[in-house]
T-cell receptor, first 114, second 114 residues
Framework: DAGITQSPRHKVTETGTPVTLRCHQTENHRYMYWYRQDPGHGLRLIHYSYGVKDTDKGEVSDGYSVSRSKTEDFLLTLESATSSQTSVYFC?????????????FGPGTRLTVL | EDKVVQSPLSLVVHEGDTVTLNCSYEVTNFRSLLWYKQEKKAPTFLFMLTSSGIEKKSGRLSSILDKKELSSILNITATQTGDSAIYLCAVDWRNTGTASKLTFGTGTRLQVTL
C-alpha cells in the first residue's frame, strides 16, 4: 500500500546488536501494528499502537520494544538481536470507518541475524 | 486460545480450474473475517466479511462467511497463473477497551500451472 513504507527493506546484522526498524504512514491513522512472518506460523502480532505514546503487546512481544512519538512513525526495536528473530517484519495501519475498516500492510523488512 | 486454521496448506491446479480455499476459526469477540492475497511481498486485502451468508464478489473471486459453522470459503473460478500466491485468512477480534487485532491462519499456497 502506497500510504505506508518501511525502512530498511533488508538488513543483515549480528547476534547481540541492537536493530531498529521504521514504519512510516502518510495518512494520519491512529492504529499501527508490527507483525513477523515465519514459515509455518503465518503472521503474528508483535506490538501495536493506538495513538502517540500508546502501545501494547501482541502475542510474540518478548525481545521487542516499540515507540511512537509521532502519529506517522512507529518504530520496532530489537534491543539485542538473536538468530530466532530472523524473519520478515511487516508493519500495518488500520484505515477505520467505511467502507472497509481493516489493516493495510507495508512492503516488509527482511531481517537476518547471523 | 484464539486460532484460525486454513486448508489445504497447499494446492496445485491447472489454469482454468476452480478452487475452494477453507478457513475455520475459534476466537472470542469476533468482529469480521478477512482474506488477503500475498505474492512475493506484502499481503493485499481481498475481502472483509461480517455477516453470515452474504457473498462478497470481485471478478473471479468470491467469498462467504458461515458464522454458525465458524468458517469461510474463498472461491476462485477459471484460475490463471497470476492467481498463484499465498492466500491468508484472518479474524478481526476485540476485547472490551482494547484495539481490534487480527489473528492469521498460516495460509494456503496456491500454484496455478499451464
Amino acid at each position: 500500500d502506497a500510504g505506508i513504507t518501511q525502512s530498511p527493506r533488508h538488513k543483515v546484522t549480528e547476534t547481540g546488536t541492537p536493530v531498529t526498524l521504521r514504519c512510516h504512514q502518510t495518512e494520519n491513522h491512529r492504529y499501527m501494528y508490527w507483525y513477523r512472518q515465519d514459515p509455518g506460523h503465518g503472521l503474528r502480532l508483535i506490538h501495536y499502537s493506538y495513538g502517540v505514546k500508546d502501545t501494547d503487546k501482541g502475542e510474540v512481544s518478548d525481545g521487542y520494544s516499540v515507540s511512537r512519538s509521532k502519529t506517522e512513525d512507529f518504530l520496532l526495536t530489537l534491543e539485542s538481536a538473536t538468530s530466532s528473530q530472523t524473519s520478515v517484519y511487516f508493519c500495518a495501519m488500520r484505515r477505520g470507518g467505511s467502507p472497509v475498516d481493516t489493516q493495510y500492510f507495508g512492503p516488509g523488512t527482511r531481517l537476518t541475524v547471523l | 486460545e484464539d486460532k484460525v486454521v486454513q486448508s489445504p496448506l497447499s494446492l496445485v491446479v491447472h489454469e482454468g480450474d476452480t478452487v475452494t480455499l477453507n478457513c475455520s476459526y475459534e476466537v472470542t469477540n469476533f468482529r469480521s473475517l478477512l482474506w488477503y492475497k500475498q505474492e512475493k511481498k506484502a499481503p493485499t486485502f481481498l475481502f472483509m466479511l461480517t455477516s453470515s451468508g452474504i457473498e462478497k464478489k470481485s471478478g473471479r473471486l468470491s467469498s462467504i462467511l458461515d458464522k454458525k459453522e465458524l468458517s469461510s470459503i474463498l472461491n476462485i473460478t477459471a484460475t490463471q497463473t497470476g492467481d498463484s500466491a499465498i492466500y491468508l485468512c484472518a479474524v478481526d477480534w476485540r476485547n472490551t477497551g482494547t484495539a481490534s487485532k487480527l489473528t492469521f491462519g498460516t495460509g494456503t499456497r496456491l500454484q496455478v500451472t499451464l
